[in-house]
């Protein structure tokens, strides 16, 4: 249950959940539901505002399972672990782990990157409808309702990210709008298409190069695991 929580962790860049990166190094739970997660990181300089969010959520959604009682996470490998840890363990919140620093708040980071996220699901939509009818007329998707989309999970992700966002979901909604429910006039639907695609190739080639980075920098010496510590107890009971 508690891997499967970390899967609602999402890299605000990459748009995809740290558990399918590979950024669990290893996560151990005690009987007495005490959590401890190792996170890691494709390099060492990875975005620190990044790396604290993503270790930030993680530790809140741990600690909001109703069976948890201590949850530590730590960042490793990382030139600022020794800070972000430090934050994370004094429950500083982001301002107070990076000081002045900290330019923005992290909600108004997420905020950017939700509407990132919306924008290639979109795309991916409606993509998909192209090459399903290769005569449709790209000023035509401007028209496309949700109710139209197939049964998939391409547009299960788009619906997670228009609730993100507080858009719609009903079947009625225009497929095509901004982050601020908007949709676009037929002419403006090309241009405004091909921007989505920038965006999309933008995400998906980053969620690539990341995971060659991570292999490159861990092989295969520290796959994810996930060990209760009642089974590490038999383990070293039998050695003794």
């Not at 740290?18 to 005690?30: D, P």
């Not at 020794?82 to 923005?104: Q, S, V």
């Not at 709008?177 to 933008?202: C, E, F, K, M, Q």
Request: net charge negative; with cysteine.
């Amino acid at each position: 249950m508690a891997y499967t929580a970390l899967g609602a962790v999402v890299d605000p860049e990459l748009d995809e959940p740290i558990t399918a990166l590979g950024f669990v190094r290893s996560l151990m739970v005690s009987p007495s539901g005490n959590v401890k997660v190792h996170l890691r990181l494709p390099t060492s300089f990875c975005s620190p505002n990044f790396a604290y969010l993503m270790a930030s959520d993680a530790k809140d959604v741990l600690g909001a399972l109703d069976w948890t009682r201590r949850v530590v996470v730590v960042l490793d490998d990382h030139h600022d672990s020794e800070i972000i840890n430090a934050g994370l363990a004094a429950d500083a919140g982001y301002r107070g782990t990076f000081g002045h620093e900290a330019e923005e708040s992290l909600n108004e980071l997420r905020e950017t990157f939700r509407r990132k996220a919306h924008t290639a699901a979109v795309e991916r939509c409606l993509t998909g409808l192209l090459r399903a009818d290769p005569q449709r007329q790209e000023s035509s998707l401007g028209d496309v309702r949700l109710g139209q989309l197939p049964d998939d999970a391409t547009t299960d992700a788009l619906l997670r990210r228009r609730r993100a966002l507080g858009l719609s979901t009903e079947p009625d909604a225009l497929v095509m709008v901004d982050h601020l429910g908007s949709g676009y006039a037929p002419d403006d639907v090309p241009l405004a298409l091909r921007r989505a695609r920038s965006t999309r190739i933008s995400i998906d080639g980053n969620a690539h190069f990341c995971r060659g980075l991570l292999r490159t920098r861990y092989g295969d010496r520290d796959e994810e695991t996930f060990i209760p510590l009642t089974t590490l107890m038999t383990r070293v009971g039998a050695r003794q």
